[in-house]
DNA sequence: GTCTGTGCAAATTGTTTGCACGCAA
DNA sequence: TTGCGTGCAAACAATTTGCACAGAC
């Protein structure tokens, strides 16, 4: 990392964080992993910087859950999936969402459709052998 | 209201408030709109009213919306809007949300799906003109 | 010197829980 | 007399904010 950065590195460390998982942690989670590497970053500059990213349009967030948000840095409407059994939020990149949802959405409504959330719930393949 | 169901007279007026209502409220909206009728009802009543509800199944969670549950008595899946202006949740209700989904997703990721929800955010009508 | 990013602790907010009371079976 | 629904207040957990400090410009 460049001394440039020097000023920004938690920062970076933060969005860095979020690009390279795909987990879709929550702010907490995203502390945890840090602060193996950074050791003093505080779970207040974690927030800060989440919510920044999501006023900047570089994260969104993807769903809030067992009460905390969870947060994506792919920017593209995908399919997401939610295991109620273990939190778990993953892609389902197989699955495509079909562009003309958002003008049909538009159309329909009368609104200014600014973003598109397929989400689905259940258990994972984990859970599902669990569970009964 | 018959007598038998004094018991439950709040029970049922939150189940009922939900059914009546199309804002998918959250428990203290649903709490201020009782509290006419029910002046000493309790936030503590509504919310464990409806996790019993939700357990129950006869109320789902749309989404979280400014860090508050807002739920729904719809319990077929449907479209739902959210107005990141005034924080309003509505139904699309002119919008089919496709059968094959779910089973094209329980395919493609091996999971068990319980639940699918598509959700556009965007500005309403009323907030797409206030705001540029 | 000014501005910005941060740690820390306190505050805020949505939600849950423990306890006591009152009514129904 | 046992159980359930409730109000109230306290507890909790996720998130936000005020303040002081350090480093970048």
Known sequence: MEAATKQFRKRNAI????????????????YDMLRQEYPDISLATVYRNLARFKSQGLVNSVATVGGAERFDAVMAPHVHFIC?????????????LPQSLRAEAERTSGCCVQDCRLTFTGLCE???????
Chains 1, 2 share one sequence.
């Open 84 to 96: 109620t059994g273990c939190d778990a939020v993953m892609d389902l990149p197989q699955m495509e």
């Open 15 to 30: 969005l860095a964080c979020l690009q390279r998982t795909h987990n879709h942690p929550s702010a907490e989670m995203v």
């Open 126 to 132: 984990r859970c599902k052998t669990r569970n009964p």
